[in-house]
């Protein structure tokens, strides 16, 4: 799979909407607690002064779809979590909140899909649905993104595995030089889709990352699932 390079990932001018750090602060503050979340925006500001508005909620931004938040902002706040000890797993179950969240406010597509898909039979059907479901909905916010391909989703039967590609590289935005992949809250935010599409969780896996110089942030999600979602949050 050859891949081609798109600007977006350090372009100073790249907006994204309200929504992304919506649900990144609501479900940071509601995992991390008073305390723990107070550490993470405290961390963020020595990263970026401008970040310390987010300790009063009055300053976070509602949950729509307008593209009027900095995406070095969203991509801070991640790291600010990592810095301040959260680990993988953390970030992981972050990223599902986050789902949960997408789901109870936002995209029309999805929301269809999820009354689709509770009369298709099976999981490999369900979570494929979802999938596509989300694509589509990520796509249709950003003007433009469905002619570049921004997004792709790709099923391949020879590996087991569904392949979400995202060449924004919003979530790591501005991050370089990485020895590992970065995106653990997209990560959460697919496994918990599919969770919320099949009651079921299973393994997501960022097999390219912007962060560590790759022309796109690539992810693996397994056909099976590895167990029920109540039983296993993360999955990681
Ligand atoms: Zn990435």
């Known amino acids: 799979m050859t891949l081609e390079r798109l600007g977006f990932h350090t372009d100073p ?10 649900q990144a602060l609501t479900a940071s503050k509601q995992l991390l607690g008073e305390d723990g979340f107070k550490s993470v925006i405290n ?16 300053n976070w931004p509602p949950a729509n779809t307008d593209l009027e938040i900095k995406a070095i902002y969203y991509s801070t706040i991640f790291r600010a979590i990592e810095e301040a000890g959260g680990g993988r797993a953390q970030l992981v179950d972050i990223g599902i909140k986050t789902a949960q969240i997408g789901f109870e406010s936002l995209g029309p597509a999805m929301k269809t899909s ?6 298709l039979p099976g999981f490999r059907w369900r979570a494929g649905a979802v999938l596509k479901a989300v694509a589509d909905d990520l796509m249709d916010v950003f003007p433009g993104d469905r002619e570049l391909e921004a997004i792709l989703f790709q099923q391949d039967d020879d590996k087991g595995v569904w392949r979400f590609t995202d060449r924004t590289g919003d979530s790591c935005w501005g991050r370089t030089g990485q020895k590992k992949p970065v995106c653990h809250v997209y990560r959460g935010g697919l496994i918990g889709a599919v969770q919320l599409a099949t009651g079921y969780t299973t393994s997501v896996k960022e097999v390219m990352c912007m962060a560590c110089d790759d022309p796109a942030c690539v992810f693996e999600i397994d056909f099976e699932p590895i167990g029920k979602a109540k039983d296993l949050k993360s999955g990681s």
Not at 13 to 22: A, D, E, G, S, V
């Open 43 to 58: 961390r963020a500001t020595s990263i970026l002064p401008e970040m310390e508005k987010y300790h009063d909620e009055n």
């Open 114 to 119: 999820l009354l689709v898909l509770k009369k």
């Open 13 to 22: 001018k790249r907006m994204l909407p309200n929504f992304y750090i919506f």
